[in-house]
């Protein structure tokens, strides 16, 4: 017998060369006569494994029910869009979705869901990929305009299923399903992002230059304990303020600080109610054996302290020579004209939180937001409900890579986008000691929803809080509607 996502994903598989025939044509599909018997087999089927009837109806066998296509390929497609419409009934952002019937899913449909709660995805199928939810996992009001149903994908003739196919180059997807009777994130609270930059001055971070077989490099510092202490203080006061997801900036931090802030607030406990925060990236405490450097890792924690998991940066940073004079860093020594590398470790897993309340969240480290691979072929796919990005960059401003890559990919993935971003380049660059006397030319962070309006805002620091942090409410339709336009760099 054959498991439903496994069969999903082999006949995906297969189909996957006949794409542009099953939209020439068409290809009967759900339109067959024959489908809606398939669906009712699928819908009642009280075992785990598909029903053996599909399997004849896909060896051409005899079936009980009389049958309109006859082409093994096209009864492929015409089980796909059965299972891909029956997947409507566990899909997470349909609870309880059981259309014109008043009972509970079957055996089948059950087990499709709970390996799904359990481990991220339906299947996991050697040499093909992982058969997940499509889109979005939270319920919310989808656009008029529907721009990933334009095109010749195959996994446009889908609603409920698709296949995030294994990626290459040594690199992974893992996925990670905190059980959401305990991690979750209610939905007045998701509403509410706390932003802040935590280096908020000149000297908060430490730029320290080298060379290496002739080839430059950057390795960026914060300033501790100065910034642990700010760290817990921005977060906690944040979670004060109603704040559901909190974002902190790119190497701000280390993996013991973010150690010591999941320990502060396990010592607070539930008080300030259900949230995750993203404890900003910073070194980790693993170096990696080849070149003995640390990664750059973020570290993801609820609200109560307990660290959901890590994730490491994918792609380093050049900054290049120009940009090192606007924030008066001091290139190393003989390296003057040549672009530095970030001096890290490079990650090879991307991975993917399933949260209840919030859905599917991403993390892109700066740089991972920028590059199509992994991080914006696995955003098309999967459809994050949340990408969040740490930077470190200077202001975030209309024009700026940021605004436009965020743009980019969250009107196509129709995903909120969130950048939180430092301010202690964007000081440098202002000529000036403290944030507060950069304001307003510093901005701490973006953000754009891309399912309702395609609207951004840029967040700006308030300049009058220690540290300072700022709440934003999700009201999308108020904020401007987004362009991009080519600005100085």
Request: aromatic share 6%; glycine share 8%.
């Amino acid at each position: 017998m054959t498991l439903p996502g496994v069969l999903f994903a082999e006949l995906w598989q297969l189909l996957i060369p006949h794409t542009g025939d099953i939209l020439g044509q068409p290809w009967a599909g759900r339109n067959a006569g024959e489908f809606s018997e398939i669906l009712r087999l699928f819908t009642t089927e009280p075992s785990i494994d598909i029903p053996h009837e599909i399997e004849e109806y896909l060896a051409l066998g005899p079936v009980s029910f009389t049958c309109s296509v006859f082409d093994v390929k096209e009864r492929g497609f015409v089980v796909m869009c059965a299972l891909d419409e029956a997947a409507m009934m566990i899909h997470p952002a349909f609870p309880n979705r059981l259309p014109g019937i008043a009972r509970r899913p079957t055996g089948m449909l059950v087990a499709m869901r709970n390996k799904r709660t359990s481990e991220g995805f339906y299947a996991d199928v050697p040499g093909v990929g992982l058969v997940i939810p499509k889109g979005h996992l939270m319920s919310r009001v989808r656009p008029n305009d529907r721009e990933d149903a334009s095109g010749t994908d195959l996994s446009n003739q889908f609603e409920h299923l698709i296949v995030l196919e294994h990626l290459r180059q040594g690199r992974s997807v893992r996925f990670v399903v905190p059980n959401p009777t305990k991690i979750f994130v209610t939905p007045d609270r998701a509403d509410y992002v706390g932003l802040a930059p935590i280096a908020e001055d000149r000297n908060d971070l430490r730029f320290i230059t080298s060379e290496r077989g002739g080839r430059p490099y950057l390795d960026t510092q914060p300033s501790i304990p100065d910034l642990a202490n700010r760290i817990q203080s921005a977060v906690t006061a944040l979670l004060d303020d109603g704040a559901g997801v909190i974002v902190l900036p790119e190497l701000v931090s280390t993996s013991s600080v973010a150690n010591e802030l999941a320990a502060v607030l396990k010592a607070r406990g539930s008080a300030s109610g259900p949230a995750i925060v993203l404890a900003g990236t910073g070194a980790s405490d693993v170096l990696e054996i080849a070149g003995a450097r640390p990664h750059n890792e973020a570290v993801l924690m609820t609200s109560g302290g307990r660290i959901l998991g890590k994730q490491r940066k994918l792609h380093l940073f050049n900054m290049d020579n120009a940009r090192m004079r606007d924030c008066d860093i001091t290139p190393a020594v003989g390296c003057s004209m040549s672009n530095h590398l970030e001096d890290a470790a490079v990650g090879t897993e991307l991975v993917v939180y399933d949260i209840h309340g919030l859905g599917r969240v991403m993390i892109l480290i700066c740089e991972d937001l920028q590059q199509q691979t992994p991080g914006g072929d696995v955003a098309l796919i999967a459809r994050p409900d949340w990408i969040l990005t740490p930077v470190l960059d200077i202001s975030q401003t209309e024009g700026r890579w940021t605004h436009q890559r965020a743009i980019e990919i969250g009107r196509k993935t129709l995903s909120r986008v969130v950048v939180s971003c430092s301010g202690t380049l964007g000081v440098r660059k202002a000529r000036v000691d403290r944030l507060a006397d950069a304001l307003p030319l510093v901005n701490i962070g973006i953000c754009f929803d891309g399912l309702v309006g395609n609207r951004a805002k840029l967040v700006v620091g308030t300049g009058a809080i220690t540290p300072d942090r700022v709440v934003v409410a999700w009201e999308s339709e108020t904020w401007d509607k987004h362009r991009i336009k080519l600005v100085p760099v």
